[in-house]
């Protein structure tokens, strides 16, 4: 994850700067920068690689000034090059941006429409060019900032420094995390309350949608309307040493609300959204010679690959084994000749997986590893990495690395979808733009999370609870059940629909809440009809769906409103209501959500 830090200081701030951009290296990044106002003037130093690279840069040309951002960057639009690091500056501002701005390509074909000249390839620049021209075009700081954030969509948290002004730093977030840190004449910005360790413990948390514009003297905070508003002051005890929930109350919570950051970062990775292709590490076998895919896995990593193996099929036509990695190599599984091995784990060192693994190596497959950490074991053995760029995940439960590891899953299946001549240059630029749309949906998801909780109350009180899903949304049901028995110990179940009639719906009685997730694609009528007989039989109805109206409420026990998504994106989306009605039941039932019972992050003994 890209990392972000604003300073608003007494003395120069260079090395607040960059020493808050080095507690923020644990989400990992290609480049760094600065920028200050310095006598009322913008300079930057950037740098390709490590912090060292820009201390190096910094100590042969030294930079001071009393207001400053900087950052650390995944390249995501762009190559990991000194131009396309951050900050971005014009001649007006500089800018720094953590996530993903969607809709880029219309704006930056409206500015060089305009005779606006761009340097490098990233979606960070059109955002500092479009303030600067509402800046021409003679509006105050303020009022262009607000002008700029109307025009853009996507999951972003943005830092800014204006040319002239000594006093004055802006910032916005929307689906990625801002804190505003509060000191003795002093504001500052971070990505999280890691990197305003030492610098601030009085913390201001903004919410979806806000933004702000901090003065040594004054901090005035809008929500997304443009209403003026106030948020509490927090206090953090953080030294630096630790990973914050910063306002969550559990680490778990942060990671679901995480995902809309750390799912555009890896799809940035992969996607080339100037030419609507799907851009995958370089390929030690041809990838459309690929006959079958074998994926193995465990838990959560397990049900993503269950999702992969409909997307793979639906779109590049390859047959696909997903098999659980306790169970792989004791089966003697037969090898198809060239093929390719898939192997997802978040930690990279699960060892039932990476002792598969080296079957199939044995076995004379390619071997391919999603995972989450490129120095582990697995990524090490693996003839290729796809990594995911989830960040530290603390909570036991996965939630972030799921959804990324579906990030890299939807973006392999693509592009084999490519390769076998089966999805077409346009198809494939479809596929793209929607994948790209994936982050901001999750956000406007998350933000309606207290929907959930009336709902979490309810569960909190079940001793069984199902989960039913047809296609490529059964493998959602059995995550969403997985979650639920982890954290809050009920018993909990995942079915293909379809299946009840063939023995569980002997299980539903008034007692049994049932959560059904049924989007409005090709399934939904068989969807409905299943529904229809779980309700038959007193069974407690909540729908998870697009399409709300096909019960009405006193038929349901709950619902929760989803928008339309298709094959490919709808996975991402219905993972997080499932996630947070298992986070909200637990808390509900006051059972150790981030270290659940008898569970360890990483299972290294088979």
């Known amino acids: 994850m890209c990392g ?60 001071e000034g009393n207001a400053g951002i900087g950052h650390t960057r995944w ?131 903004l919410e979806e949608g806000d933004w702000v514009i901090a003065k040594r003297g004054s901090l005035k905070t809008f929500d997304e309307s443009g209403k003026p508003v106030e948020r509490p002051i927090a206090i953090s005890h953080l030294t630096g040493a630790l990973v914050d929930k910063g306002n969550h109350r559990h680490f778990m919570q942060k990671e679901i609300f995480e995902q809309p950051t750390v799912v555009a970062q890896t799809l940035g990775r992969l996607l080339d959204p100037n030419t609507g292709s799907v851009r995958l590490p370089d ?56 093929g390719l091995a898939l192997f997802i784990s978040q930690s990279g060192e699960t060892a039932d997986t990476l002792a598969a693994l080296r079957h199939a190596k044995a076995g004379g497959q390619h071997i391919a590893a999603v995972v989450n950490v490129p120095q582990s074991t697995m990524a090490r053995e693996a003839d290729v990495v796809l990594p995911t760029y989830a960040g530290p ?36 630029a479809k596929m793209v733009a929607d994948l790209e749309r994936i982050p901001s949906q999750m956000a406007k998801i998350l933000h309606h999370q207290e929907d959930l909780v009336d709902i979490a109350r309810k569960l909190a009180k079940a001793r069984d609870i199902l989960f039913v899903g047809r296609g490529i949304h059964y493998p959602i049901a059995m995550e969403g059940a997985l979650k639920l028995k982890e954290i809050s110990y009920i018993h909990a179940e995942g079915y293909a629909a379809g299946e009840l009639k063939h ?21 939904f009528d068989k969807s409905l009809s299943n529904l229809q007989e779980i309700m038959a039989r007193k069974g407690r109805l909540i729908l998870v769906s697009d399409h709300l109206t096909a019960f009405t409420e006193n038929e349901m026990h709950g619902s929760f409103a989803m928008p339309s998504a298709s094959d490919l994106t709808s996975p991402f989306l219905y993972a997080l209501p499932v996630q947070l009605l298992a986070y909200h039941t637990a808390v509900e039932k006051g059972t150790d959500v981030d270290q659940p019972r008898n569970l360890a992050k990483a299972v290294t003994v088979e």
Request: net charge negative; charged share 25%; with cysteine.
């Open 503 to 523: 023995g569980p719906i002997a299980l539903i009685d008034e007692n049994v809440p049932v959560i059904g997730l049924a989007p409005s694609d090709g399934l």
């Open 75 to 205: 390249a995501t639009h762009g190559e990991p090059t000194e131009v396309n690091a951050h900050p971005h500056m014009t001649h007006k501002a500089a800018l720094v941006h953590n996530g993903i701005i969607e809709n880029f390509r219309e704006l930056r074909d409206e500015l060089t429409a305009a005779g606006v000249t761009f340097e490098g390839q990233t979606d960070t620049e059109v955002v500092v060019r479009l303030f600067t021209r509402y800046l021409d075009g003679g509006l105050p700081a303020e009022q262009a900032f607000a002008a700029t954030l109307e025009r853009l969509e996507g999951a972003f948290a943005l830092a800014v420094l204006v040319d002239g002004e000594e006093d004055l730093l802006l910032g916005a977030r929307r689906g990625s995390p801002l804190v505003v840190g509060l000191g003795d004449g002093e504001v500052f910005l971070g990505s999280d309350a890691l990197a305003l360790a030492g610098l601030s413990s009085r913390l201001i948390y």
């Open 283 to 338: 390929l030690p076998f041809d990838l459309g010679s690929v006959k079958r895919i074998t994926i193995v896995a465990c838990g959560t990593s397990f049900y993503a690959g269950m999702v992969a193996k409909y997307w793979i099929e639906k779109f590049a036509r390859v047959g696909v084994d997903v098999d659980i990695a306790s169970e792989f190599r004791y089966r003697d599984p037969v090898y198809e000749t060239g």
């Open 4 to 63: 972000i830090i604003g300073i608003l200081g007494k003395a120069s701030v260079t090395g607040g700067l960059v020493e808050a951009l080095s507690r923020l290296e644990y989400r990992g990044y290609d480049s760094a920068g600065i920028a200050v106002v310095k006598g009322g003037k913008l300079e930057r130093r950037r740098a390709v690689g490590k912090l060292a690279a820009l201390r190096d840069v910094l100590a042969a040309d030294p930079l």
């Open 393 to 428: 995940e603390i909570g036991v439960a996965s939630t972030k690395a799921f959804t990324c590891q579906l990030a890299v899953l939807a973006s392999f299946a693509v592009a084999l979808g490519r390769a076998k001549g089966h999805v077409s240059e346009a198809e494939e």
